[in-house]
C-alpha cells in the first residue's frame, strides 16, 4: 500500500467489521433480498440525516438523476441546466431521457455559477440541477431565488453532498427532488452500488416510489412503466451501519482539511469555506500550477492523488453533438488543468497528513 493511500477500505471494515457482519446475517436469516425491513428503516434514517420530508433508496446515484427528471416529466424538447464539471451522470441522466443538458460555467468553489445559471435560461428550460461539488453545497439560497423566480424546479445533484449544509439549508432538501450516490467512494458509502432520491412533497415521493419498482402499486397491479431500481437491502443494512458514525468521519475529514489549508494555502489555491457552510469534504481539492508534475512528484513519495475531472463533461466525445467547443466554459475548462485532490480521508493519520502538505510545499520550494 502506498504511504498515503486515497482511500483506505481495510480501515474502515476493521473499525466495523462486526456491525457489518451481524446486519448481513440478519437479511440472510430473514431471506427479504429485495426491499424488506431494512430498506424502510435506512430510508428513514437518510432522511431524518437530509431533512427531508421523504427518502426513497435506489439502486444508484445515477438512476436517482434520471427518475427524478422522468418524475418532473422532462424529456425531448427540454433543457437542463447543470454543471460540466462534474461525473458524467449530471448530464447522461438529461440526455438519456431525450432532454438537453445545458451547462453554466463554474465560479472559483468550484460550484455552479448562479449568474451563468440565470443567463442560460430559455423558454425550454425545465429544471436547474445544480451539482454540490465536493462536499460543500453551491449557492442554494441564490439559485433557489432564481428557481421562484423563472418558476423552475429545482433537482439537486447531491451525490457529494450528504448532509452538507449552508446556512439552514441541507443539501438535497432544499430543491425539489435531492439525488444521493451511495457508491464506495462516497462519504456515507456502500459495498457496491446505491443510491438515494429526497423529496418533500408527497406527490412526487409517491410517483418516485412508482417509478423504481416497475410502476406496481401492489403486488399485481401496474400503474405506469417503472424501472427496476431499488436500493438492495443488503446494502441497506450495511449503510444503517454506517449512519451513526458518518458525524464523525466527516468531521475527522474536515479536520485533516483544515489543517491542510493551514499548511497550504501560501503555496497553492485551498478551498475557502464561506460564512455558515458545513463543508463534507468528500474531496479536498487544491488548484495549483505545474498540477501534472506535482501529482507525478508526490506519486514517487508514496502519496496517492486524484482528479476530479480531468476532461470537463462538454469536452467529452459523447457530448460532441451539444456544440459545445473549447473556451465556451472558460472557468470549468481552467479548473480542469489546476485541479488535485489530496486524500482527505477520515483514517489518516495527523503525520500523514502534514507529510502530504510538507511534500506540496516542498515542491513549490524547487
Ligand atoms: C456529482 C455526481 N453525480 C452523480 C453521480 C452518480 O452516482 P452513481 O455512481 O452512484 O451512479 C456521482 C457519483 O459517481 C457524482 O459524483
Known amino acids: 500500500m502506498k504511504k498515503v493511500p486515497f482511500l483506505n477500505f481495510a480501515a474502515q471494515f476493521e473499525l466495523e467489521r462486526e456491525a457489518i457482519l451481524g446486519a448481513v446475517t440478519r437479511v440472510f436469516e430473514r ?55 462534474s461525473w458524467v451522470s449530471s448530464a447522461s441522466a438529461v440526455a438519456l431521457l431525450g432532454a438537453t443538458p445545458v451547462f453554466a460555467d463554474v465560479n472559483d468553489d468550484q460550484n455552479i455559477s448562479p449568474d451563468a445559471i440565470e443567463a ?28 421562484g423566480k423563472y418558476g423552475l424546479p429545482v433537482v439537486e445533484d447531491a451525490a457529494q453532498s450528504v448532509t452538507a449544509r449552508i446556512g439552514d439549508l441541507t443539501a438535497g432538501s432544499a ?12 462519504n456515507l458509502n456502500a459495498a457496491g452500488d446505491a443510491g438515494v432520491i429526497t423529496t418533500n412533497d408527497d406527490k412526487l415521493a409517491a410517483t418516485l416510489r412508482l417509478l423504481g419498482h416497475h410502476g406496481l402499486k401492489n403486488r399485481e397491479e401496474i ?28 468531521q475527522k475529514r474536515r479536520t485533516n482539511a483544515e489543517r491542510y489549508t493551514r499548511l497550504l494555502k501560501d503555496v497553492v489555491a485551498c478551498p475557502v469555506e464561506r460564512a455558515g457552510e458545513w463543508h ?37 466525445e459523447a457530448a460532441q453533438a451539444l456544440g459545445y467547443r473549447k473556451g465556451s466554459l472558460p472557468n470549468t475548462e481552467r479548473q480542469a488543468q489546476r485541479i488535485l485532490s489530496l486524500p482527505v480521508h477520515s483514517y489518516l493519520s ?17
Not at 425545465?126 to 453551491?138: E, F, N, S, Y
Not at 400503474?223 to 436500493?231: A, K, Q
Not at 441497506?236 to 458518518?246: C, E, F, H, K
Not at 503525520?351 to 516542498?362: G, I, K, P, S, T
Request: with cysteine; proline share 4%; charged share 25%.
Open 175 to 186: 430543491g425539489t427532488i435531492g439525488c444521493f450516490s451511495l457508491h464506495p467512494l462516497k
Open 120 to 147: 442560460a435560461i430559455t423558454s425550454k428550460t425545465k429544471a436547474i440541477m445544480p451539482v454540490h461539488l465536493t462536499g460543500r453545497c453551491a449557492d442554494l439560497p441564490r439559485i433557489l431565488k432564481l428557481a
Open 31 to 85: 431471506g427479504d433480498f429485495i426491499l424488506g425491513k431494512e430498506v424502510e428503516a435506512f430510508e428513514q434514517d437518510f432522511a431524518r440525516i437530509c431533512n427531508a420530508r421523504h427518502a426513497i433508496g435506489v439502486a444508484n446515484g445515477t438512476d436517482a438523476l434520471i427518475m427524478a427528471l422522468r418524475a418532473l416529466g422532462i424529456g425531448p424538447g427540454d433543457e437542463v441546466i447543470t454543471a460540466s464539471n
Open 223 to 250: 400503474v405506469r412503466w417503472g424501472y427496476n431500481s431499488r436500493l438492495d437491502t443488503l446494502q441497506a443494512a450495511i449503510l444503517r451501519t454506517r449512519i451513526p458514525r458518518l458525524e464523525s468521519v466527516i
Open 280 to 316: 463534507t469534504y468528500h474531496v479536498y481539492v487544491i488548484q495549483c500550477e505545474r498540477r501534472e508534475e506535482l501529482r507525478a512528484y508526490l506519486s514517487e513519495r508514496g502519496i496517492d492523488t486524484k482528479i476530479h475531472y480531468p476532461i470537463p463533461i462538454h469536452m467529452q
Open 350 to 366: 495527523e503525520e500523514q497528513v502534514e507529510l502530504v502538505a510538507a511534500a506540496v510545499r516542498d515542491f513549490y520550494s524547487k
